[in-house]
């Protein structure tokens, strides 16, 4: 089993959908990111996150350490959000992340 | 500020040959790491440097070696590619977040190589 395992794995949406990307994990963790990754280009980290709430625009991102669980968030969604995006954490006392599979999203006009 | 970079963008490979992906940052970052990344698996670590002068094994370490020249450079040696090999290669490279204690990573923007 995964330490980090993220639902769904893919996802379709239209124009303007809410969007719900979720990450479980199961370790002891300092942190945990977010990242970005388009089509044939790199890698963005969008948060890090330790405890509660971060928004930025349009994303929001949560966590629940008690309950091991983050969320990913797209209010008003756009086809531009169409991405891969990856949960990782940063396991305690390490300095490494581990990274879940992603979830490929793709908005539709 | 430059972010990290890598070289090559691309590379197509025989089987049995020799190439180094280098990677550079430019922000002071202490840590360094490789990643490969490969359809359905995620990425995963294959070697990092904690900090210049060291350097350790991560989850996919057979068939690869890295240099840390310096703290700006860390570089990914493929002695004699295999097929196996043909995958994304990330660098990334850490600061210390302020007041937080953890660790903000940024990628550079991949090496696609395929061994044919």
């Known amino acids: 089993k995964n330490e980090v395992e993220q639902s769904p794995q893919n996802l379709t949406a239209q124009e303007g959908e809410f969007i719900t990307i979720n990450c479980s994990y199961s370790?002891?963790?300092?942190?945990l990111h977010w990242l970005q990754q388009h089509p044939g280009g790199g890698i963005v980290s969008l948060f890090m996150?330790?405890?509660g709430k971060k928004k930025h625009g349009r994303l929001i991102a949560t966590i629940n350490i008690q309950e091991k669980h983050s969320s990913l968030h797209i209010t008003a969604s756009h086809p531009r959000d169409s991405a891969v995006y990856i949960c990782?954490?940063?396991?305690?006392?390490?300095?490494?992340?581990?990274f879940g599979q992603g979830t490929r999203l793709t908005i539709n006009p | 500020n430059a972010g990290v970079t890598q070289t090559p963008k691309f590379q197509v490979l025989k089987t049995g040959q020799s190439m180094t992906l280098q990677c550079a940052q430019d922000?002071?970052?202490?840590?360094m790491y490789w990643y490969r990344q490969d359809p359905g698996m995620g990425l995963r670590l294959i070697y990092y440097?904690?900090?210049?002068?060291?350097?350790d094994k991560g989850e996919v370490p057979n068939g690869y070696n890295v240099s840390r020249l310096n703290k700006r450079e860390f570089s990914l040696r493929l002695e004699s590619a295999a097929p196996s090999q043909t995958s994304v290669y990330f660098c990334?490279?850490?600061?210390?977040?302020?007041?937080?204690?953890?660790?903000?990573?940024?990628f550079g923007p991949g090496t696609r190589l395929t061994v044919t």
């Open positions: 990334a490279s850490t600061r210390l977040a302020s007041g937080a204690g953890v660790y903000e990573q940024y």
């Open positions: 370790v002891g963790i300092s942190a």
């Open positions: 996150l330790s405890s």
């Open positions: 990782a954490v940063i396991v305690q006392g390490a300095q490494k992340l581990v």
């Open positions: 922000m002071n970052h202490n840590s």
């Open positions: 440097s904690a900090s210049e002068g060291t350097t």
